[in-house]
């Protein structure tokens, strides 16, 4: 049958989509369904060409159509699109305000979601059981616990119908505000045990270590007659793994069989995760072989997860590997995957695979140009590092973080660029609200320190807001040996001496401070001094390993 409607491909280029061969007469779960498809695979010009082929047929004005395709733009990322839509949905109906607000929180939009929440109210609209989880998530993202603790005390007062999804989203509000207890109170408090707000509990306690007390929260449940699910035996994992606890695998995996729950690929992505943050990277590679073994296919969780063991070790061999078995298995095009390949390859020193894997990607994230800054940086290409934060400056502003200048700043140093390190070090304060941490001071203490400005640098530190850490003192200590500067030495030594109290590395470096400047009684007693403390001799590593 010949299609009713068909569209020039002059005004929807590339048109060859179902849409077209479809008449007035589909129905509108037929429509709802194909946004649905374009919202899955993220399809933006196939969903615009749909909502034109609505707006034709006079059924974009239909509520049911118009809250999935204001979730469909949500989910492209098109804000703009999404709020014009939603402009055009009557005032009077409430619903429009669960869809806006719902999307925007799933997506991670949570500034977005409370901006919505307040011109909801602005309206006269009250809270309700539909909307106040939405809230309640974006309020533990953006930690606003005054809009929070009005919610809970609103929800409290009954003027908020309270379910197990509002109950749930309190226990994680509570938990991402560190407030474990807060959120056992919670939890304590609901009528009856629910398996969506258990599992919310369990995942408090395990991302703030409290791994035991989860699993006897879920022990403790099952006596109950609560059965757990694998998102509860994975949120236990992921708590353990953290914890590097690598006996509680074996022992998780077990109880989840003998639960009649069996483990599956993010069980096994949660194991690898946690060895790898505890720099235990063999046992996560041999973690990945093993549920290669099983027959588990591994998602991009998993490479990204793994990928970090390789850049740790310097592992280029490993890192190319699994690269290739990304490229194999379809994820390599997935953001996360990309990024930490990017990563990889920048942290061995393959400059130029990692800046080739950068620019061939069609979206990049924070992590992603901030790896591949710090790499230029750490690797001696300063003004490519300085050049492509520039980049990011212009065309992806909003993901500027902390670290995006911490890196900037390293190539700074390294580079000798004191006057561009310091405007930006006032530019990350004066224009992106970023307080300075720990880590932009000792960049600055580098920067003036390799530049042969000790004094200016010691100063530097005296003024900062807060207790300067191993790594500020440290800076100081080695420009002070390449500058031959005893006296500062001395005192940056004895400030890591009650830091680092059983670190000999310290020792030796002031050690060599007196060497090169030819102070040799200094240097014999100072061995005494060590001898004295029974301190054998730092031993040397390297990072260097065979490719």
Known sequence: M????????????????????????????DYAELIQTYICDRALHKGKALHAHLIINGLAKSYFLA??????????????????LFEEIPETNIRRWVVLIGAYARRGYYEEAMNGFSEMLKEGHKPNKFVVPSILKACGHVSDKRTGEKLHCAILKQSVECDAFVTSALIDMYSKWGLVEKARQVFDGMGENDLVAMNAMVSGYAHHGHAKEALALVEVSQDMGLKPNVVTWNTLITGFSQQGDKEMFSKLFELMSISGVEPDVVSWT??????????????????????LGLGYFPTSAT????LPASAIEANVRRGVEIHGYAVVSGVYDDIYVSSALVDMYAKCGFICEARMLFYQMS???TVTWNSMIFGYANHGHCEEAIELFNQMEIQEEKKLNHLSFTAVLTGCAH????ELGQILFNKMQQK?????????????????????RLSEAYEWIKTMPIEPDLFVWGALLGACRNHGNIDLAEIAAKHLQELEPSNKGNKMLLSKVYADAGSWNDVTRYKKMMKRKKKNKFSGCSWIGAI
């Open 363 to 365: 979206e990049r994230n």
């Open 415 to 418: 580079a000798g660029m004191i």
């Open 432 to 452: 992106y609200g970023i307080i300075p941490r720990l880590e932009h001071y000792a960049c600055m203490v580098d920067l003036l320190g390799r530049a042969g």
């Open 67 to 84: 809250a999935k395709l204001l979730t469909f733009y949500t989910e492209c990322k098109q804000l703009s699109n999404a709020q014009k």
């Open 303 to 306: 490479i990204s997860s793994l």
């Open 270 to 291: 949660s194991v690898i995760s946690g060895l790898v943050q505890n720099f235990q990277n063999g046992k996560a590679f041999d973690a990945f072989k093993q549920m």
């Open 2 to 29: 010949p299609p009713l409607i068909k569209f020039s491909t002059s005004v929807v280029p590339q048109l060859r989509i179902t849409i077209i061969y479809r008449s007035f007469q589909s129905s509108t779960d």
